[in-house]
Each structure stands twice: as structure tokens, then as C-alpha cells.
């Protein structure tokens, strides 16, 4: 379900330790998952993606991983900057011939120095 | 290469006003996509839109709202005869084409939309 009229869930990491935000998402037909970044008075940045035929991607400090079976998906930032303090989206697409993008609610990220 | 363009980035409406988003994309693209976002939720997809097309509006409200995005100019959402309940947060993103494999749309920095 949305989260509608509800804080957001924090997360608080100190700085240079590993942080895992999480999501589940909910459409069984959803093929390609995206994690955003937002901060403060900016739109959604673009971090990193994953397709449904991959349960694991890496980038650059971040890893996403995708488990089909519960619907989850996982965002890990290793060694984390107060630069990483934002809200961190999950969002998922289907290949419906149309295009719709269903973010989650975000989870923001707190990182103590 | 300039990103996405939203102006105004603030906008105050009374009620019963009209409000008019622009949203100039990034040069080369040609897909353009609204969402609105309340505080503390996640965005919330509108609708997507080509030159002279809408694909898809979905998550449009069946009124007072409406969108285009014409052959020349940026891709207008404009709302009528606003009420409260339309303060938010107005993000558009673009992206290069409908390309799925690369699927990565730009966000604009967001209107956001006060009404008293």
C-alpha cells in the first residue's frame, strides 16, 4: 500500500559505514526497478538500475539487489558520506506497451559525521 | 548541455486561479513525463507526453487538469480553477526516446505549487 499522510522511515548510519535502505514493491509484473535519490528541494537523480532477469548490479559505491520471490529490492552505499543524507526512492516499471513509472514512498537517509 | 527546465520554480494561487507549469527537456529529448509529489510521499505519476502526443494520462484527475507538449515550446501542464488540495510539489522529467533498455529519465528541479 502508499504511505499516504505518514512520515517518512529514517534511516541514521555514521559516516563511513554501510548503509541498506529497502523496499518492497508490488506489482508481480514489473520488470525494471529504479533507485532514485532526492534531496532537499531538488528533483529525483538517477542512481542506479536493475532488470528483472538480475538479481544483483553494482555501480559506483552502491549495489541494488532484487529478490523476484518476495518482491524486495535493496539499495547498499558502502562507506557513506554526509553527502549521501537525501530520501531514496525505489521505483518500478512494467512493459505494459505504455509507459507508468510507481515510485515507492522513500526513506531518508540520515548520515551522522 | 543544460538539464531539464521548470519555471516557475514557485508558484501562489488563490483559489479558483489557473496554474501553468512549464517544462523545457533536455536537448535531444523528446519524451516528457509529470508527476506530482505531496510532502513526505513519493512521486506520483501524471502523464506522458511526445511532440503533439499524449501516450499516456493516466494518472491525470478526470478534470481541471490537462497537458501538451507542442512541435515547438516547452510542455505545458496546466491546472483550472485550483483548490488547496493542488499545493505540491510538480516535478516533469525527460528522457531521449522510449527506449527501455536505457530508460533513464532527467528530472527538473520541480514547481512548486502553493494555493491559498
Known amino acids: 500500500g502508499e504511505n499516504v499522510g505518514l512520515h517518512l522511515p529514517t534511516l541514521s548510519v555514521q559516516e563511513g559505514d554501510n548503509s541498506i535502505i529497502n523496499c518492497a514493491y508490488s506489482?508481480?509484473?514489473?520488470?525494471?526497478f529504479i533507485w532514485y535519490k532526492q534531496e532537499s528541494g531538488k528533483g529525483p537523480q538517477f542512481i542506479i538500475d536493475?532488470?528483472?532477469?538480475?538479481d544483483k548490479r553494482q555501480g559506483q559505491r552502491v549495489t541494488v539487489l532484487l529478490n523476484k520471490t518476495v518482491k524486495h529490492l535493496s539499495l547498499q552505499i558502502a562507506a557513506t558520506q554526509p553527502g549521501d543524507s537525501a530520501v531514496y526512492f525505489c521505483a518500478e516499471n512494467e512493459d505494459t506497451g505504455g509507459f507508468k513509472t510507481i515510485f515507492g514512498a522513500g526513506t531518508r537517509l540520515f548520515v551522522k559525521a | 548541455n543544460a538539464g531539464v527546465m521548470q519555471n516557475p520554480r514557485h508558484l501562489v494561487r488563490r483559489r479558483g486561479q489557473e496554474a501553468r507549469l512549464r517544462c523545457s527537456p533536455m536537448k535531444g529529448h523528446s519524451h516528457v513525463y509529470w508527476y506530482r509529489q505531496l510532502p513526505e510521499e513519493g512521486l506520483k505519476f501524471m502523464v506522458y507526453?511526445?511532440?503533439?502526443?499524449?501516450?499516456?494520462e493516466s494518472g491525470m484527475p478526470k478534470e481541471r487538469f490537462s497537458a501538451e507538449f507542442p512541435k515547438e515550446g516547452p510542455s505545458i501542464l496546466r491546472i483550472q480553477q485550483v483548490v488547496r488540495g493542488d499545493s505540491a510539489a510538480y516535478f516533469c522529467?525527460?528522457?531521449?526516446?522510449?527506449?527501455?533498455?536505457?530508460?533513464?529519465?532527467?528530472f527538473g528541479p520541480g514547481t512548486r505549487l502553493t494555493v491559498t
Open positions: 506489482n508481480s509484473a514489473s520488470d525494471y
Open positions: 507526453l511526445q511532440k503533439e502526443n499524449i501516450i499516456d
Open positions: 522529467a525527460s528522457s531521449p526516446s522510449w527506449d527501455r533498455k536505457a530508460n533513464e529519465q532527467y
Open positions: 536493475i532488470r528483472s532477469n538480475m
